[in-house]
């Protein structure tokens, strides 16, 4: 086997899918409790999510690409710029999101109505709601992917942007 | 006929004499080996087949391989079988003390050293064991994914063993292979094997750092 001793990767197939697995849960949800939206590679080096001061360990560089690219495969993850540093972080797939929102403009009866993203993720009506205080660049895919449905329609509005649901 | 060939055979013992001289006649003599081999086939009418196999033999303890009948699993000569059932005889002991296993090189030295004289070549070894179950004898060879070959009882099933490993390791948290042959009584070089297939099987999985290769009980598969 021509692995390199720095390579973690569990050779036995099933056992690595698992432990692919485990380390994006690890990821999503490191993120979704530290509210971190984005970081840029280097940075998720050194977090204490790939550098484990207590027991001196590291993930190399290249195994954390791997679970990175596992992470986009699933949808949880998108590049930001093309020579792949920094990344964006959504530990609910954008369809996911936009399937709560528009939930929620269905179930309060608001469809055919418009709000800015800000009164969407802000606003005091949306409190109690899961997706209350989303950061914009997921907010926005999430929108996107309700787009495609044709369940909603991004336009813009006084000050920025806004969506109307159908 | 057999004149002709001692006399031929004279003229090899003397190239055997001079090591030099001998690299140069090795093409020669393989040339002989071969005419010799055909000549055997041709005049198979006139000479009895126990003076083939006694000659084949002969030719075989000179370390000239017979060309005319090819080894291939779960044939050879007549040579490799007698070895065969030989080694079966020799070795039901000593795998019975050591657990049902040996690595061949452990098989090599041991029965080289019971014999003291006509030491056995590692090929002659490899294909006699390769006849031990074709033979319905009560060893086998087997060879792991790593290419290293052992002798194994019938009644050895490594597979099993695997579980008995597990449970050490899983006393300990975790083990090398040497921690492992040492607790066990193996040679690292079976431990390892075992560990190994235990990792194949899904019950171990690695931790390969600079201190080393070390195996745990696969909590991926057993802890979702």
């Excluded at chain 2, 086939?41 to 391989?65: C, H, N, P, V, W």
């Excluded at chain 2, 790593?146 to 490594?158: N, P, R």
Aim: with cysteine; aromatic share 8%.
């Amino acid at each position: 086997m021509a692995m390199s001793f720095e390579w973690p990767l569990q050779p036995n197939v099933d056992t690595r899918q698992k432990q692919l697995a485990a380390w994006c849960s690890l990821v999503l949800s490191f993120c979704r409790l530290h509210k971190q939206s984005s970081m840029t590679v280097m940075e998720a080096q050194e977090s204490p999510l790939f550098n484990n001061v207590k027991l001196q360990r590291k993930l190399p560089v290249e195994s954390i690409q791997i679970v990175l690219e596992e992470l986009r495969k699933k949808g949880n993850l998108e590049w930001l710029d093309k020579s792949k540093s920094s990344f964006l972080i959504m530990w609910r797939r954008p369809e996911e999101w936009g399937k709560l929102i528009y939930q929620w403009v269905s179930r309060s009866g608001q469809n055919n109505s418009v709000f800015t993203l800000y009164e969407l993720t802000n606003g005091e009506d949306t409190e109690d709601e899961e997706f209350h205080g989303l950061d914009e660049a997921t907010l926005l895919r999430a929108l996107q992917a309700l787009q495609q449905e044709h369940k909603a329609e991004i336009i813009t509005v006084s000050d920025g942007r806004g969506v109307k649901f159908f | 006929f057999f004149r002709w060939i001692s006399t031929k055979i004279h003229f090899s013992f003397q190239a055997f004499e001079d090591l030099s001289k001998l690299m140069i006649k090795a093409k020669e003599m393989v040339e002989l080996s071969k005419s010799i081999a055909n000549k055997i086939k041709d005049k198979q009418g006139d000479i009895t087949e126990d003076e083939t196999i006694r000659f084949k033999s002969y030719l075989l303890s000179m370390g000239i391989a017979n060309p005319v009948t090819r080894e291939t699993y779960g044939s050879g000569t007549q040579y490799h079988m007698q070895l065969a059932k030989q080694l079966a005889g020799i070795l039901q002991v000593p795998l019975e003390e050591r657990g049902g296993i040996m690595s061949l090189t452990e098989v090599y030295c041991l029965v080289n050293r019971a014999r003291g004289m006509e030491l056995l070549s590692p090929e002659d070894l490899v294909n006699a064991c390769k006849m031990l179950e074709a033979l319905k004898l009560p060893l086998r060879l087997r060879v792991f994914d790593s290419g290293v070959m052992v002798i194994e009882l019938q009644s050895h099933k490594e597979e099993e063993m695997v579980a008995s490993a597990l449970e050490t390791v899983s006393e300990k948290g975790s083990l090398t292979s040497e921690e492992f042959a040492k607790l066990v009584g193996m040679s690292v070089l079976l431990a390892k094997e075992r560990l190994l297939l235990a990792e194949k099987m899904g019950h171990l999985c690695r931790d390969d750092s600079v201190e080393g290769l070390r195996f745990y009980p696969n909590l991926f598969m057993t802890q979702s």
